[in-house]
């Protein structure tokens, strides 16, 4: 059974920082890409970051320099580290898990984590 659990969502204050962290179970996770989303109220659901299964990432122009994704293939874990956070990063942030073979795409998404950002 597949399951991405994300965990380390909570209230931060504005300029602090907080750690996700989803921890992958059911599926190979060394040989999926995986990614960060966040939605909001009444917005869309958007990519934050995201990290090949090789390690290359690549972030939001909204959270450059402020959040790192990472990864722990013996572990099954993805993490993300964000600093210097403002009060529009506030949002559900979900853990997913993508992978394209033969032109098919094979993918599962986390439950979400919600992140509130208040003084």
């Known amino acids: 059974q597949v399951q991405l659990v994300e965990s380390g969502g909570g209230l931060v204050q504005p300029g602090g920082s907080l750690r996700l962290s989803c921890a992958a179970s059911g599926f190979t996770f060394s040989i999926y890409d995986m990614s960060w989303y966040r939605q909001a109220p009444g917005k869309e659901r958007e990519l934050v970051a995201g990290i090949t299964n090789y390690g290359a990432t690549n972030y939001a122009d909204s959270v450059k320099g402020r959040f790192t994704i990472s990864r722990d293939n013996a572990k099954n874990l993805v993490h993300l580290q964000m600093n210097s956070v403002k009060p529009e990063d506030a949002a559900v942030y979900y853990c997913?898990?993508?992978?394209?073979?033969?032109?098919?795409?094979?993918?599962?998404w986390g439950q979400g984590t919600q992140v509130t950002v208040s003084s």
């Open positions: 997913y898990a993508s992978r394209l073979r033969a032109g098919v795409r094979y993918d599962y």
